[in-house]
């Protein structure tokens, strides 16, 4: 018989995990609070997505289609997909968990990255595998980093493309060198969640690489430029033996159904989603051009958000900024704990902010130190 404990314990490493720290949101004293910290998107969501949800409200009694086949077959209408490909779940952070729960075990080795998104981590220490973190390159993930860590460990590598917090991205001709390098087995994890946001050419959001691969799997979101975060929408495209295999062990009913609805509809509404890349990438650009004119550093985004450094200066340092920023209602991310000891992370927000932490950020960079 096993050696009697004076309470529950939970497996080895899971109280080594440092939870999840989410973007603040209030403001104590102030009226007017504008949250800049969760790249959520500033205007809201599509009309037809809010019409579908209130709808959904009519049927509450009922179970939810645990295929959540309107919403798969409306992503897969949107980006030409074969539904089967498709699994759908309770935000994108539920499936990092899942592929985590169903291919990782303790000895196991996840390849993440230096700034990567801190899910990888934590959903890797939880199914008691290890966790190996390599360095990025100007704030961006670099493949030869990557593939000098593969060991005969490996089973997994995650990497977030568009980053967060850096907004950078990875060109589609070294996602594709990464996979052709790695061994057949270990499993390449794209999570796109700010994908609908990049215009560059170069650029594709992992479609491409998992359909003529068995080990490529793509993770997006509706929690951002869909204006859906609330609802906890996310999908996966993935090949049909990885999708197999977290269907047997995910909840049965994990979407619900307000959700399954409002994210058909969402998805269906292409212009509106246009409508939102043309707003974030004016302010992108705004906001960039600002920030440097007042003699910050700013990481080159293709996303909704900017990462913004600070000068290492007493008074001047991000810390400093935050506590300047929050007092006026601006709340935007401290990125400590992503290996930006001095920076911020701030969402494009509706212009009313954009303006106004612009003008902040002046007055905090001209007064003395
Ligand atoms: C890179 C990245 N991946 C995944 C997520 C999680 O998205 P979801 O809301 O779909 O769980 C986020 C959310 O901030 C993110 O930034």
């Given at each position: 018989m096993s050696v009697e404990m004076s309470k529950p314990v939970p497996r080895p490493g899971i109280l080594e995990i440092a939870a999840y720290v989410p973007g603040k949101e209030h403001a104590p004293g102030v009226a007017r609070v504008y949250k800049l910290s969760s790249n959520e998107t500033p205007l809201g969501a599509s009309p037809k997505a809010i019409e579908a949800f209130k709808r959904a409200a009519d049927n509450l009694e009922r179970y939810p289609d645990g295929q959540a086949r309107e919403l798969r077959d409306a992503i897969a209408a949107v980006h030409g997909l074969n539904p089967a490909n498709i699994l759908c779940g309770n935000g994108s952070d539920e499936l990092l968990a899942l592929l985590c729960h169903v291919y990782l075990a303790p000895g196991d080795e996840s390849i993440v990255t230096e700034?990567?998104?801190?899910i990888y981590k934590i959903q890797t220490m939880a199914a008691g595998a290890t966790p190996v973190v390599v360095r990025e390159k100007d704030h961006t993930v670099d493949v030869d980093a990557i593939l000098a860590a593969v060991t005969e460990r490996t089973k997994m590598v995650f990497i977030a493309n568009p980053g967060n917090p850096t907004g950078t991205y990875v060109p589609v001709s070294e996602i594709r060198r990464l996979q052709a390098a790695l061994p057949k087995h270990v499993m390449l994890v794209l999570d796109a969640a700010y994908a609908e946001y990049v215009r560059r050419n170069d650029y594709e959001s992992g479609i491409e690489v998992v359909s003529s691969n068995a080990n490529v799997v793509m993770t997006r979101t509706f929690?951002?430029?869909?204006?859906l975060a609330a609802l906890r929408v996310g999908w996966m495209y993935a090949p049909a033996a990885i999708i197999d295999a977290l269907d047997r062990v995910r909840g049965p009913f994990n979407m619900n159904a307000p959700a399954i609805a409002a994210g058909a509809a969402a998805i269906r509404d292409q212009s509106f989603v246009q409508e939102a890349v043309s707003f974030n990438q004016l302010w992108i650009e705004t906001l960039t051009n600002a920030f440097e004119a007042l003699g910050l550093k700013v990481t080159p985004s293709v996303t909704n958000f900017v990462l913004i450094h600070f000068p290492d200066v007493d008074g001047k340092r991000a810390v400093d900024a935050d506590e300047f920023l929050t007092s006026r209602g601006y709340i935007l991310r401290a990125v400590r704990g992503y290996g930006f000891p001095n920076s911020l992370r701030m969402s494009i927000g509706p212009e009313e902010a954009n303006r106004g932490v612009i003008e902040a950020l002046g007055e905090f960079m001209g007064r003395k130190a």
């Amino acid at each position: 018989m096993s050696v009697e404990m004076s309470k529950p314990v939970p497996r080895p490493g899971i109280l080594e995990i440092a939870a999840y720290v989410p973007g603040k949101e209030h403001a104590p004293g102030v009226a007017r609070v504008y949250k800049l910290s969760s790249n959520e998107t500033p205007l809201g969501a599509s009309p037809k997505a809010i019409e579908a949800f209130k709808r959904a409200a009519d049927n509450l009694e009922r179970y939810p289609d645990g295929q959540a086949r309107e919403l798969r077959d409306a992503i897969a209408a949107v980006h030409g997909l074969n539904p089967a490909n498709i699994l759908c779940g309770n935000g994108s952070d539920e499936l990092l968990a899942l592929l985590c729960h169903v291919y990782l075990a303790p000895g196991d080795e996840s390849i993440v990255t230096e700034h990567g998104f801190a899910i990888y981590k934590i959903q890797t220490m939880a199914a008691g595998a290890t966790p190996v973190v390599v360095r990025e390159k100007d704030h961006t993930v670099d493949v030869d980093a990557i593939l000098a860590a593969v060991t005969e460990r490996t089973k997994m590598v995650f990497i977030a493309n568009p980053g967060n917090p850096t907004g950078t991205y990875v060109p589609v001709s070294e996602i594709r060198r990464l996979q052709a390098a790695l061994p057949k087995h270990v499993m390449l994890v794209l999570d796109a969640a700010y994908a609908e946001y990049v215009r560059r050419n170069d650029y594709e959001s992992g479609i491409e690489v998992v359909s003529s691969n068995a080990n490529v799997v793509m993770t997006r979101t509706f929690s951002k430029i869909y204006g859906l975060a609330a609802l906890r929408v996310g999908w996966m495209y993935a090949p049909a033996a990885i999708i197999d295999a977290l269907d047997r062990v995910r909840g049965p009913f994990n979407m619900n159904a307000p959700a399954i609805a409002a994210g058909a509809a969402a998805i269906r509404d292409q212009s509106f989603v246009q409508e939102a890349v043309s707003f974030n990438q004016l302010w992108i650009e705004t906001l960039t051009n600002a920030f440097e004119a007042l003699g910050l550093k700013v990481t080159p985004s293709v996303t909704n958000f900017v990462l913004i450094h600070f000068p290492d200066v007493d008074g001047k340092r991000a810390v400093d900024a935050d506590e300047f920023l929050t007092s006026r209602g601006y709340i935007l991310r401290a990125v400590r704990g992503y290996g930006f000891p001095n920076s911020l992370r701030m969402s494009i927000g509706p212009e009313e902010a954009n303006r106004g932490v612009i003008e902040a950020l002046g007055e905090f960079m001209g007064r003395k130190a």
